[in-house]
Structure formats: structure tokens, C-alpha cells
T-cell receptor, first 117, second 112 residues
């Protein structure tokens, strides 16, 4: 099983709303990632969690707040977003995080398509 | 930091024809190289990867790629394209710290 599950598939929110994106994997992976992908662009890394701790934050605005409550679950809390934040948000996970000959393969979910009105 | 260049934004091939998508990388050490495919509105599916060893790697769906260190390239090939191969293809380079960088992508159109 190499499945990463993201919910919801689609989300429409206003600029004053608070919403959350959810990502789940049961592959025993200890690294999880959030990417943002604008139309016709490659995915851009936002956050990396290693062993449930935030290890990389690519200077993402504070209106995006990640959370990793356990090794299988990754959330992205959204608050006071802007229309330019509309994008496909992809979650990924991998077997090992950091160090040594880490033969990391990132497995991606199908994404949440977010529209901010 | 590592980076990836995919020179072709859009490629059109006829069904049954061969395919080659180009990828050039920049990285000081031995890179971890990947090809992912993305259908419209979907996530990314791993086609194949190179870490070490044999420079010709086989992937899913009949794809293969060849790592050429002298040319800093990792081109993706398929001998006979099917209509279902139409998608966006991303080359990516990673390092030991899980930092993976994607190329801009190549959109493949398949003509009947």
C-alpha cells in the first residue's frame, strides 16, 4: 500500500474563514511534506515534518499553520488566506528523513484544490 | 542547492511514436533523480528513480530513463506512446536532507 489520502478534494473558502486540510498515510513513513502547486507550475515545498517535528519551513506566511499530531497524520490549518493562495495543495510522505544514504521516495496524495474567494 | 531544467515546455507526439523528454540537473554530489507524472487535477505518480548503480533505469508504464553524469542529464524515454500517456511530466532532483526540487514540467500531448 503506497497510498497517501488527502481530504477534502476541493475546498472553497472566504478570506475570513478558518479551514484545515488533512493528510493521512499508513505506510509507517516518518517524514511528511506539504507542497503548493499553482496552475501549470511545478510543486513548491512548503513544510517538512521529520518524526513529527517541523524540520523545514520554506518561509511560508503564518496564515498557513502545519500540524503533525502523530506519525500518520498531517494537517494544514488555513486562516485569513488571500485569493493568490488558491492552488492545489499536495501532501507527500517518505520512509526516512535526513542523514546517511537516505533513499527517499516521496509518495504523493491526489491533492486538495483550494479556491479562496 | 540543486536545480532541474526541463527545456521543453510542451511536446506533441503521435500515438505509437517514440518519446524522449529531456531533463538536466545541477547538483554538486551524486543526485537522487526522479520522474513523476501528473494527470490533470491529480497528484504526482512516481514513474522511476535513480540513486546509484545501473545508469539505465526501468519504470512503470513502459518508461525508462538514462542517467548521464557527463551531461548532467536524466532523460525519460518510451518506445511507443499511448494516448493515456498524455499528462504533465516532472523531473526532480533530491538530496540526503529530503529536499526535492522539481523542474518546470513538460506537458505531453498525444495525437491520434
Amino acid at each position: 500500500d503506497t497510498e497517501v489520502t488527502q481530504t477534502p478534494k476541493h475546498l472553497v473558502m472566504g478570506m475570513t474563514n478558518k479551514k484545515s486540510l488533512k493528510c493521512e498515510q499508513h505506510m509507517g513513513h516518518r517524514a511528511m511534506y506539504w507542497y503548493k502547486q499553482k496552475a501549470k507550475k511545478p510543486p513548491e515545498l512548503m513544510f517538512v515534518y521529520s518524526y513529527e517535528k517541523l524540520s523545514i519551513n520554506e518561509s511560508v506566511p503564518s496564515r498557513f499553520s502545519p500540524e503533525c499530531p502523530n506519525s500518520s497524520l498531517l494537517n494544514l490549518h488555513l486562516h485569513a488566506l488571500q485569493p493568490e493562495d488558491s492552488a492545489l495543495y499536495l501532501c507527500a510522505s517518505s520512509r526516512i528523513a535526513g542523514g546517511g544514504l537516505a533513499k527517499n521516495i516521496q509518495y504523493f496524495g491526489a491533492g486538495t484544490r483550494l479556491s479562496v474567494l | 542547492a540543486q536545480s532541474v531544467t526541463q527545456p521543453d515546455i510542451h511536446i506533441t507526439v503521435s500515438e505509437g511514436a517514440s518519446l524522449e523528454l529531456r531533463c538536466n540537473y545541477s547538483y554538486g554530489a551524486t543526485p537522487y533523480l526522479f520522474w513523476y507524472v501528473q494527470s490533470p487535477g491529480q497528484g504526482l505518480q512516481l514513474l522511476l528513480k535513480y540513486f546509484s548503480g545501473d545508469t539505465l533505469v526501468q519504470g512503470i508504464k513502459g518508461f525508462e530513463a538514462e542517467f548521464k553524469r557527463s551531461q548532467s542529464s536524466f532523460n525519460l524515454r518510451k518506445p511507443s506512446v499511448h494516448w493515456s500517456d498524455a499528462a504533465e511530466y516532472f523531473c526532480a532532483v533530491g538530496d540526503n536532507n529530503n529536499d526535492m526540487r522539481f523542474g518546470a514540467g513538460t506537458r505531453l500531448t498525444v495525437k491520434p
